[in-house]
């Protein structure tokens, strides 16, 4: 992971990012995300959902130092925190960082653990939006597995993003299809969150 804090403004840099790496593969565009001088100090972050072990599995190949955060909400499901533990020990991660909510945040907030059932937005800028924009803190990037086919605002979805000047967001696999995902997580033998199997297609916090 790089060091290099001399960067030119986010928008320049996503701009030649983008027309530099646009006709490179997932992998190729992951490899030079962790390597790019102007891509800057870099993490990537996990849900450790139904597909997050892809971009796991090849950041694992590519540099296992890099950080990986895991926003634990205390509102997910067990699964995923057995899912999480397991797969961080297979693939060799050996910087994955549990970022949680502030603990007076919650009591002054949350102290019940209800607010999911009156306010959802308000719950998750409590538990997820704002723990990670904290941790995000002294990065200059960072690697998402956000793709097209998930639609809305994701349809023109490129590898580079910038995000409100702040940084930039790497999405590898932006150009993947779903067939994509599901090929690469069988050839490479990746182990599956157990939610899937139990028809779960996406994976987030229990009560929601």
Known sequence: ?????????????????????????ATEVMHHALTDAQVGRIALVSSFGAESVVLLHMLSIMDRSVPVLFIDTEMLFAETLEYQAEVAAKLGLRDVRIIR?????????????????????????????????????????????????QGGGRAMLDFFEDEGG??????????????????????????????????????GCAPC
């Open 1 to 25: 992971m790089r060091h290099e804090r001399n960067l030119d403004p986010v928008a320049g840099r996503v701009t030649a990012l983008n027309a530099r790496y646009h006709h490179h593969a």
């Open 166 to 203: 702040r940084r930039i967001k790497v999405n590898p696999l932006a150009h993947w299809a779903r067939e994509d995902v599901r090929a690469y997580m069988e050839n490479n033998n990746l182990p599956r969150h157990p939610l899937v199997a139990r028809g779960y297609p996406s994976i």
């Open 101 to 149: 909510p502030d603990r007076d945040a919650l009591a002054a907030a949350d102290p019940e653990g209800l607010l999911h059932k009156t306010d959802t937005d308000a719950c998750c800028e409590l538990r997820k939006t704002r723990p990670l924009a904290e941790a995000l803190e002294g990065f200059d990037a960072w690697i998402t597995g956000r793709k097209r086919f």
